[in-house]
């Protein structure tokens, strides 16, 4: 694999091992309000804006759904379990991080989730300074699989996205990244790729952050 003039990371299930985290926050408040078969909505809803999640639930369980009050349970669960630094980081993160810093290469961060809360979790682990722009799912019109989010943070460092590499979990990650032309890099976390979806919307499937450090020192 060749380097690249920049690095665009996704952060959860990427950079913080938090998608198993928040799938147990919607189990728990699913067995609330007796809500049936919540993982494979949550499945579908990994890479999606706030808004768009929502979408999703309405549209799978009607307008019945108790959508408010199971957000904020879900929500204040995932808070009390992950706020104060208590968030995983993926194994390889920080080394990765850390080896693109004194490279002197530039690393943006894209996330479906609001940038306010995205920078108080990097903040809160010690990693907000290794990136060098951070953009939210709140900060463009449209939400992955759109690539909106992958374009606005090459822009924001000052790169062409056929120039930049975008390390992504999720199947809705990989086809924002797809669509938007960049060098896509899948580490799959909860869902596995299909055959026709590594074919059509991945360049390279790999395991860890650890092995993609292990692939640019390679170069």
Request: proline share 3%; charged share 30%; glycine share 6%.
């Amino acid at each position: 694999m060749k380097n690249f003039n920049a690095y665009i990371f996704d952060m959860d299930g990427v950079i913080f091992d938090s998608e198993r985290l928040y799938m147990e926050c919607c189990i728990e408040a699913a067995e609330v309000f007796g809500i049936d078969n919540i993982e494979e909505a949550v499945l579908k809803c990994i890479g999606l804006t706030t808004e768009k999640t929502h979408e999703l639930y309405r549209n799978t369980y009607g307008e019945d759904f108790p959508l408010n009050d199971y957000w904020r349970e879900v929500t204040s669960r995932f808070r009390k379990k992950a706020e104060g630094g208590l968030l995983p980081v993926k194994a390889g993160a920080m080394e990765l991080l850390e080896y693109l810093k004194v490279q002197n290469i530039p690393v943006a961060l894209a996330s479906s989730t609001r940038k306010e809360m995205v920078e108080r979790e990097l903040r809160a682990a010690g990693l907000i300074d290794f990136f060098d722009s951070v953009t939210g799912g709140d900060m463009v019109s449209k939400s992955k699989p759109e690539p909106d989010i992958f374009l606005f943070a090459a822009e924001s460092i000052g790169q062409d996205i056929r120039n930049c590499a975008v390390i992504e979990d999720s199947i809705n990650g990989i086809k924002a990244a797809r669509a938007s032309g960049g060098y896509v890099i899948m580490i799959p976390d909860l869902v596995q790729p299909s055959k026709q979806d590594k074919e059509m919307f991945t360049d390279i499937v790999i395991s860890s952050l650890a092995e993609l450090k292990d692939l640019l020192e390679s170069n």
